[in-house]
């Protein structure tokens, strides 16, 4: 039993090793990103190695993982789907229960790492919605749409109530853009999305008082000097002073002088547009829209609902984490913890998006072998 | 229709999926080329005002960390103050390395393994751009050699702060509790905006109790700073709100004077107005001095606490319990009278000895032989177990229970301290809860003299006998009188309403109780009698003395030693005065005393000499004795004065 595992597991690392199936433009473009994020990093992390090395660590591992994931055939995946739905649920669960972490009970200690199982989510939430609307008459009615809707509010409650709501908004995304793909109706869309406006008296009342906070904020920044009214002030002049043509490389003075928070995490984009303008933001964004694309592409290439599904709303996620975080940095959107997708510094979510593009790759590797 | 529709269609669904996935990347393209355009309205449309902005930004806000509120007694005597002090502050965003930086630090300034444990914890917890203290109270050596070295150390500050002191030291450290700085735990509760720059909360007692209070609102001020961050000039100030004024209600002399009449021994005391559940003393005995906790306790003072087996910071006046033994006799009577079950005049003989019918098994009294025929008065007076024991069974043990309950026992008080214990209070409930037994007629039996699963808290019996001292009206426990938002202001008083409905509706029902334990005083064959002397208004007690092991046979002990019996027993008194206008009652125990009346009840008399002496020895509205006396037949002037003459009937009408 156990020679054959490792003989099948030799074998799998083999052919990894040997025969890697990428996307290409796909490939090229993470790459370019990554690269832009360690440079970006030097400056925001004031000129040190030590958070370039710890983030190209997570690179490597992430790029380990994107390798390993796209030699899974997206057969393999779907029969898994359940099973790794329920496992990084029943994680939540646990973190629920005996979590640790700085204020936000996100954390499980593993000893070694300290590991988010909401990062997790992120990925086996649409994996959940693809595996289940995939064998049921498309588009869904309303009884599919219940369903779909109680396999993404359960993950996502538990994750918004530790409190996380970055990442809950992000696990929600994900759920949701895989039912808009399978084509729910536009009023059905409408509808609920009526509904959920209608709801938002209530859902304010759910809120923690600091989130509140945030919203109101936003609203009026003054109000707030030493908190995140202060955070997003300082946000917006280091964007407006960029100009067209940014400060340069290194340049930032709002960074260097500590009047940006969080400026290597969170607010990384900020240095970004300080340094490189107005230019540098906008081929940032066209770079982020082509990887969006591509997604979108090997999406409708794939010949079978599962994948479709799961490889467009991956991509279409993506989306959601360029939009917060720069509406955030912009003063257009109230301070939610998402990164700058493959920019930010820390965290695992490098290392679960990467994996995420490693579902796209054997996805695009598989597009003609299934039907 | 329908079953063509069923059947699913791969074609038409990828048709779909690729009109979707085209509507979707519109409108993600849509939705970046309004990110797009925002960062255009920011960086070309406002990007001059913006440049002047980041120019001129040399303005950094500074948390102003409001004075947290002072303790004072019910005469202004302060208990908790705020005392200026230096302290090491860092910013770990300004320091390159900081391990080096700490080590080098630590030459100039020492820095203790619990200092660098507490920094390097709250670390992880904050923003790296936020200032945490390293080193608390820095003695004025260690600020100079700072000084001299501080080029060396860029992003390491010495901040002036106020920091709290107890006056009094342990003489408070049960009631108002202490603070102490703010750990990792305590970050995760905390509201972030509003601590920012507090380095201590309150830890036990009220500082904890009333923490929201007396914390504040933070203010801040914009400061000027130069390129590595240092302030140059302060610009604006927004002044904090310090946190509010908290006046209890206890008296520092009663507080003082019960202290001192434990003399060290274990025990606590309890003192409360029974007209509005103020309470005027509370003591647990040792003690020890809160002071030490403020700026982090070492190690050793820490260890030698724990370690010390008389158990100082162990509140005993919240959480220790002890059977109630006799002091809830009153109070049982009481409710034999207001249930029905017994009428004042009604009698019982002692024997010596309460047998339950069929039962071989016999409850004592305290004398052998018994003392006869007694009324509920002298039932009390004498403290006759045979009368409660038969009251007991009578009332059964769910009456006896849901009665008692009424004055507070087996649940917390609703003090305003955190951490109460609720005691015990015999029920079938709390047995079934706790056993599989199931209620035998024998616990009811001693239940009525506050033996057996009896627990009680000294609050919770100061909090019955106040409640019975107040004619049945139900207080609450309150230790915070009054708020003041700032020195000089009018001081708020806190509402405290009855708890509760009232429990005695007839008078003479009162007067009955009361009547017996004016006797455990004033009688010939009173259990308290030796505390009568010499105080000018009448005093009403009991005497409680609850054994801590049960007895193994029903032979009485021989060994009459004060030492052998301080080890078995724990000594009661409860008291409330005056008598006939109750302000004021108490309920006092020691851990180790051989009889309640003769051990517990001179600590009781010393806290009612303290009260009275604190009203310059007249109390309005209470006629003294003297007078009190003569118009009371049932108070005899002599020992020699036969009890049984005294009918309770008189006394009613005399009151």
Redesign the interface.
Known sequence: MMTMLYVRGRRFLQRVMTRPRIDLPLALGLLLLLLVGLITLYSAGDGGFSLVGGQAMRFALGGVLLLLVSRIPPSVLRSWTPWLYAGSTALLVVVALLGEG??ADRWLNLGVMRFQPSELLKLTVPMMVAWYLH?????PRWKDIAAVGLLIAVPALLIARQPDLGTALLVIAGGV?AL????MAWWRMGLMLAGLVGMIPVAWHFLH??QRDRVLTLLNPES????NG?HII?S?????????FGKGWQHS??SR???L??HTTDFIFAVF?EEF??LG??AL?AL??FI??RC?WI??EA???YS??LA?AIG?SF?VY??VN??MI???LPVVGVPLPLISYGGTSAVSLLTGFGVLMSIHAHRKMH? | MRSRRSIKDNRDESAMFRRRALAGFLLILLGLCGLVGRFFFLQVVHHQEFVTRSQNNRVKPRALPPARGLIYDRNGVVLAENVPAFRLEVVPEQVKHMSAMLARLSRIVPLSQDDLDAFKKQVKQSRRFESIPLKLRLTEDEIDRFAVNRWRFPGVDVVPYLTRRYPLGGLFAHVVGYVGRIDAEDLKRLDPVRYQGTSHVGRSGLERSYEDLLHGTPGYELIEVNADGRTQRVLETHPPTPGKNLYLSIDVRLQKAAEKAFDGRAGAAVAIDPRNGQVLAMVSVPTFDPNLFVNGISQADYDALINDPAKPLFNRALRGVYPPGSTVKPLLGLGGLVEGFRKPQDTVLSTGVFYLPGHKRGYRDDQRGGVGTVDLVQAIEMSVNTYFYKLAMDMGIDRLSQWMGQFGFGRPTGIDLIGESPGVLPSRAWKAEHSRQPWYPGETVIAGIGQGYWAVTPIQLAHAIATLAGHGVPYAPRLVMATQDGQGAPRRPLPNPPSGPPLIHNTADWDTINQGMEMVIYGAKGTGRALAAGFPYLIAGKSGTAERYSRTTNAYNTDKSAAYLASRHRAWFVAYAPADHPQIAVAAILEAGAWGAQDAGPIVRKILDAWLAAHGGVIPGAGRISAAAAAVPGIPQTSMAPVTTQAAGAVGVAR
């Open positions: 700085r204020g064998p049921r008459q498309l588009p853009f808009f793909l399978s084509g008082q600091y707030d000097p030493l908190g202060w300082q917006q002049i280091a964007v407006g002073s960029g100009g067209l003075s709002q002088l500590d009047f928070p969080e547009s303008g107005l933001v906008a964004i982020y829209a969006i694309g979108l999406a409708m010949r079978e609902t479709r599904l467009g279409m989306f360029v939009f720069g509406g912009a003063g257009m039907d």
